[in-house]
């Protein structure tokens, strides 16, 4: 028999940021900017150590939860609730949310000191950590779109932060407008599962599973319904999780405040369309052709989202293409069946991103907001904390055996190698190539940031406009490099420490053990790979004497060496390729032309289609059908007012002639009939 949780410690856990981003909202003013970070800090520390005792009771007593907090509605037997579901996946989640989200609150006193928006960047970064906790928290459908809607919304706020920037309001709309097709996919899918099973509750929907397995096709279309449903789904994940081509978003999304990509962009919003494609593996593997589609789009975007990293010289925007390709990792996983491969990638890789991404601020912090990697070079003597935490979590990304990433990272290409899909060569390739560029681009902005040539000697920083609410400081002289302060540095070392731990301490419950047992559902009969994988390494020991000889660590240690003779050793060799491949290089720096395709070819469809629709429909029908009408009923008007001349005879005469008609039309047939007679 499982331990019970209790209800009322589980509303603590949305309910206490949600609270303190209330307070920090409407009474920003009234708190001041201690207040407002204090309360806001206090509720997501609550949060974090409920989430904490949460994730003790699942692991160790077995503790489960599954039931409806609140009925809101009832319509025709359909209900509506908030629900919460408690397992080893949500309990996950919930740490994973709240501990980066502490640290970034923390971040934030530092970064965000000068800012005149301190108050409600804090509102905002707490309602976020609401919203996703009641995203991973939720039973049902329904909760589960308020929580994607609602992180969507507001990060949509966070990306605009700053929104007299021309920038940030351009790259908050776009991450809006290309969230929406993909809740568009995912709204589709919800509706089918409502269609074809009556409910929109987890577990009545997995119980009748097979009811959409075995509808057959969708409108006679001779596409599976499960295949259809599973795919509209994933959609959704494509837009919240910038797969490809729905990525487009979110290197744009850095031109909000370094805060928040570490929190949206490292372990929350990101990661939701992982966590749901998780939570519905009852669903996905009733489908190979969906879970070949994932894996697909998944390796796509792992390996070409990373040579995009390559020829970043933004140290925000190379953070940020990694995420990407790390995302392709992910969905690679889960199109193989190995979602708790999956789901260790996504905890893993939370925290060494997060930690790099925190460390890309500090950096900027200590060069007075200059975030061009090539003004930089030999940081590492004038800031030896972020040194240090940034080789970390470097050293994690790229897989280095016995750090977090490693662990994972390795699995998932293991995992993939033992999929027998349709795609899953290509899946391969795609990752195991993708080692060798993420270690490359990783070392290349670790190298030119704190090693070689200081590069930021006599080099003015531009002047910045506070009133344009861009990143804060006095650039009227050249500044030397610094360490950041202790609100900033101290988020990092706690950061770093499971960036290189986690990995080994997790990975035996996590994916040979009972932790996700009832989370997650394979079928080891049509989908072998995690069987396989269990079988291939029995715990960390295993794949720790497996590090040294596999084939993702020598590709790592060659992106690494590459890196160093490219930009330490010979950096002419860098200029020299681009010179010979000037043609792929235009390609990556113009990014593949997807903004281009999108914004000359889709979006100007749309608005033609729109013109269209408006002249033709609403000018041309709707407006004709009603000043037609208009018209009409003039030229009536018109012709009655010729009637009324003013004179006493003729209103007689009409009256005459109009008692006439009424008794001839009265006595007619009676007038007709004595004729005939």
């Not at 919304?153 to 290309?178: D, H, Q």
Request: contains cysteine; charged residues 10%; neutral net charge.
């Amino acid at each position: 028999m499982s331990a019970q949780l209790s209800q009322n410690l589980l509303l603590t856990v949305p309910l206490a940021p949600l609270a303190g981003s209330i307070v920090a909202g409407l009474f920003g003013k009234a708190i001041g900017r201690r207040g407002a970070h204090w309360v806001t800090i206090l509720g997501v520390l609550v949060s974090f150590i409920v989430s904490a005792m949460v994730l003790k009771s699942v692991a160790l007593d077995g503790a489960r939860f599954n039931a409806t907090v609140y009925e809101w509605m009832n319509v025709g037997g359909l209900k509506m609730e908030v629900g919460f579901l408690i397992d080893g996946l949500t309990a996950m989640m919930m740490c994973v949310v709240t501990f980066v989200s502490l640290m970034v609150h923390i971040y934030t006193i530092g970064y965000m000191e000068e800012d005149p928006g301190y108050q409600r960047f804090f509102s905002y970064i707490s309602l976020f950590t609401f919203s996703m906790l009641m995203l991973v928290m939720s039973n049902n459908f329904l909760q589960l779109f308020f929580g994607w809607e609602a992180v969507g919304l507001v990060s949509y706020l966070l990306i605009g932060f700053w929104f007299k920037k021309p920038t940030a309001i351009f790259a908050n709309l776009k991450a809006f407008l290309v969230n929406r097709v993909g809740d568009f996919g995912f709204i589709l899918g919800i509706g089918l599962v409502l269609a074809y099973t009556g409910s929109l509750n987890y577990s009545e929907v997995f119980a009748k599973g097979q009811d959409l397995a075995g509808a057959g096709t969708l409108l006679n279309t001779g596409w599976q319904v499960i295949t259809v449903t599973c795919i509209c789904l994933f959609i959704g994940a494509m837009g919240k999780s910038a797969q490809f081509p729905l990525h487009v978003w979110l290197p744009d999304s850095m031109e909000g405040p370094t805060p928040i990509s570490a929190l949206i962009h490292a372990a929350t919003m990101v990661t939701a369309g992982i966590f749901m494609v998780t939570r519905m593996s009852p669903l996905f593997e009733l489908s190979d052709a969906a879970l070949s589609f994932v894996m697909v789009i998944g390796a796509i975007t792992a390996l070409f989202m990373g040579f995009l990293g390559i020829i970043q010289n933004d140290i925000k925007r190379v953070v940020a293409y990694s995420t990407l390709s790390q995302l392709g990792y992910m969905t690679v996983a889960l199109g193989a069946s190995a979602y708790s491969v999956a789901v260790f990638h996504l905890m893993t890789h939370a925290f060494f991103k997060a930690l790099l991404f925190l460390g890309a601020g500090s950096v900027i912090i200590g060069m007075h907001h200059d975030q061009d990697i090539r003004n930089m070079g030999g940081l590492r003597k004038y800031m030896p904390l972020t040194w240090i935490t940034s080789l970390l979590g470097s050293l994690a990304l790229i897989g280095t055996p016995f750090f977090a990433g490693f662990y994972s990272k390795d699995s998932i290409i293991e995992a993939v190698h033992a999929s027998h899909l349709p795609g899953s060569g290509f899946a391969y390739f795609a990752v195991a190539a993708g080692v060798f560029v993420t270690a490359f681009y990783s070392f290349r902005m670790y190298f030119l940031v704190f090693h070689g040539e200081e590069r930021f000697h006599h080099k003015p920083f531009p002047p910045e406009d506070h009133g344009a609410h861009e990143e804060p400081g006095d650039h009227s002289e050249v500044h030397m490099p610094h360490e950041s302060p202790w609100v900033v540095t101290a988020p990092l070392l706690l950061l770093a420490v499971p960036s290189v731990v986690i990995g080994f301490m997790t990975i035996g419950p996590m994916l040979f053990g009972d932790f996700f047992q009832g989370a997650i559902f394979v079928n080891h009969e049509l989908h072998p790979a995690m069987e396989e994988l269990k079988h291939e390494f029995s715990g960390a020991t295993a794949m720790g004497l497996h590090a040294f000889t596999s084939l993702p660590f020598w590709l790592a240690l060659a992106g690494v060496v590459t890196a160093y003779v490219f930009y330490l050793v010979k950096p002419g060799i860098p200029a020299a390729f681009a010179r010979i491949f000037a043609p792929v290089v235009r390609v990556l720096e113009n990014k593949y032309y997807m903004d281009w395709i999108n914004e000359n070819i889709i979006a100007a469809a749309a608005r033609g289609l729109g013109r269209g629709l408006w002249k033709g429909g609403d000018v041309g029908v709707i407006d004709g059908l009603i000043n037609g009408s208009a018209r009409g009923v003039g030229a009536v008007a018109g012709v009655v007012r010729t009637l009324q001349t003013g004179y006493l005879s003729w209103y007689a005469l009409v009256m005459v002639l109009g008692i006439f008609g009424l008794m001839t039309w009265q006595l007619w047939p009676e007038l007709m009939r004595a004729l005939t007679h």
